[in-house]
């Protein structure tokens, strides 16, 4: 069964602080998404990583990934209210082409 | 052109009435998908479009009917939905369909069914 597994689904943070989201999947594909989405708005592309190794940094964001491992991580550094949403991980089908995305993590940050 | 468009963003509709949503794009791109996303929820496949023709159908409920009228168009006909129907509908479109080619959303339907 093709699986990506998110955690945590739920992450309250205070700003200035760092933390990291992970997401594990179950397929063999060599690239991964991430998605940003506010409420009540469509996916935001964030990063798409395209092999092992795999590392992108935006502003405050940074994601890897991890083949091998079946493994990617986006690390939020001095989080900033402004970063509240929830944030999905996405692989691809490997036949069908669509995207399989995890349960999302929900992101608050507070003062 | 990086840009995929949705009519409307916003729909109210009865569970008698008949409704059309839309999704046009002008990257030539030859596959063109449907999610469905509940609230708190993953966006989930409906259907996927190659080259105009039906490839996916994800055992969704006949009452949803995709049209690809020509390469740059998707559409869902909406016909008797349920409550439970009412979700963020995206559409997205890529190259081709295959796990190599990068998907780009539209903006999002908000269907509300009462």
């Known amino acids: 069964e093709l699986k990506v597994e998110q955690n945590p689904l739920f992450l309250s943070m205070q700003e200035g602080k760092n933390y990291t989201i992970y997401c594990n999947y179950s397929t063999t594909s060599d690239r991964l998404y991430w998605y940003r989405q506010d409420p009540g708005k469509s996916l935001e592309s964030l990063f798409v990583?395209?092999?092992?190794?795999a590392v992108k940094q935006e502003g405050r964001l940074m994601a890897s990934l991890d083949t091998k491992a079946r493994l990617s991580t986006l690390h939020i550094t001095a989080a900033v209210h402004d970063l509240s949403a929830t944030y999905f991980c996405?692989?691809?089908?490997?036949?069908?082409?669509?995207?399989?995305f995890g349960k999302g993590t929900k992101l608050s940050v507070k003062p | 052109d990086t840009e995929v468009t949705q009519t409307p963003k916003h729909l109210v509709m009865g569970m008698t009435n008949k409704k059309s949503l839309k999704c046009e794009q002008h990257m030539g791109h030859r596959a063109m998908y449907w999610y469905k996303q509940k609230a708190k929820k993953p966006p989930e496949l409906m259907f996927v479009y190659s080259y105009e023709k039906l490839s996916i159908n994800e055992s969704v409920p006949s009452r949803f009917s995709p049209e690809c009228p020509n390469s740059s168009l998707l559409n869902l006909h909406l016909h008797a939905l349920q409550p439970e129907d009412s979700a963020l509908y995206l559409c997205?479109?890529?190259?081709?369909?295959?796990?190599?080619?990068?998907?780009?959303f539209g903006p999002g339907t908000r269907l509300t069914v009462t």
């Open positions: 990583l395209l092999s092992n190794g």
């Open positions: 997205a479109s890529s190259h081709s369909q295959g796990s190599y080619y990068e998907q780009y």
């Open positions: 996405a692989v691809d089908h490997p036949s069908q082409g669509n995207l399989i």
